[in-house]
Nanobody
């Protein structure tokens, strides 16, 4: 059974950093492309970062140079390191994997950037 569990969110001041974790079970993160999405209040869920099974990464323009996606196969987890956070980064962040055409999501973790 595929399961994704995000953690690491919280309240942080502008300019601060957070590291989000996505603990996976039921599949090996190293064998599949992993993605992070976020959803701000009243808005649609938007893609943020991508990590291919071969290690290629890509980011939405607004987070390039500030966010970094990675994985640890030994922990079967994916991560999103976020630095230089801005109030507009405030959202619920979701981990995602697509396995043979089916999308799986975690429950999300809230990130609030505010002074």
């Amino acid at each position: 059974q595929v399961q994704l569990v995000e953690s690491g969110g919280g309240l942080v001041q502008p300019g601060g950093s957070l590291r989000l974790s996505c603990a996976a079970s039921g599949f090996a993160v190293g064998n599949f492309n992993m993605r992070w999405y976020r959803q701000a209040p009243g808005k649609q869920r938007d893609w943020v970062a991508f990590l291919s099974s071969s290690g290629t990464t890509n980011y939405v323009e607004s987070v390039k140079g500030r966010f970094s996606i990675s994985r640890d196969n030994t922990k079967n987890s994916a991560f999103l390191q976020m630095t230089s956070l801005k109030p507009e980064d405030t959202a619920v962040y979701y981990c995602n994997v697509n396995i043979f055409g089916r999308n799986y999501w975690g429950q999300g973790t809230q990130v609030t950037v505010s002074s």
